[in-house]
C-alpha cells in the first residue's frame, strides 16, 4: 500500500498477511471512508497488495487488481457505480500477469509457487479420493446389474406359475388337493 493510505487500509492488510479473513471481513464492513474517491483509493491498493504479496483474501488466483477492487467496493457498501470516476489501476494485473513481467520479487514468486505447489497436491489427493470413489461405484454398479438380473429371472418364473395355476388342470388339481385337505382335517379333529 502507498504511504499515504496506510491509515485507512493498515489494518486491513495487517489482517490479510496474519491469514485472519475474519478480521480482514470485519474491517471491510465496519470501515467507512469520507468520500467514494477516497474509499477507491483505499481499496485499489489493498487490491494490488493483495495481487502483489500473493495474500490468501479468498480470490481466485487469476482475479484482477480491478476485479479486486469491485468486489472490495461492493463489501464495503459503496454502489459500484459510484466509483467509475476514480483512478484506475495499470491495466487488469493478475498474478500470473505480474510473475510473467517481472515485476514481483523472488520471496514473492517462491510464495507463489508454493501456493500452486500446494495446490496441485490438493488437488491430487482430490483425484485420488475421487478414482477410489469411482472404483467403489462401478463395484457396486455391477453388484445392482446382477441384483436387477436375479430379481428379473424371479419375477419371470413367479409369471410362468401365475400363467400355469389359471389353466384348467391345474386349477382341477388345486381344487382336488384343498378338498382331501379339508377331509383330512376334520377327521383327525374328530
Known sequence: MKDGE???GAAALTALRA???DAFSDWLHTTRFAN???AAAVLLSLAVAIVTEGLAAGFAPTATVDEITAILVGRCGIPVGSTATTTPSDGPQSRRALIESGVLDDVAVRRELTAAFDE???LRAERDALEVRVDELA????FADQLAA????????????RRLKDTRPVRGLIYLRRRVQSRTSSATSR
Do not use: H, P
Open 36 to 38: 467514494t474517491t477516497e
Open 150 to 161: 436375479e430379481l428379473e429371472r424371479d419375477e419371470w418364473i413367479r409369471a410362468r406359475l
Open 6 to 8: 496506510g491509515g485507512q
Open 139 to 142: 463395484g457396486a454398479r455391477v
Open 120 to 122: 496441485i497436491a490438493r
Open 19 to 21: 491469514g485472519d479473513l
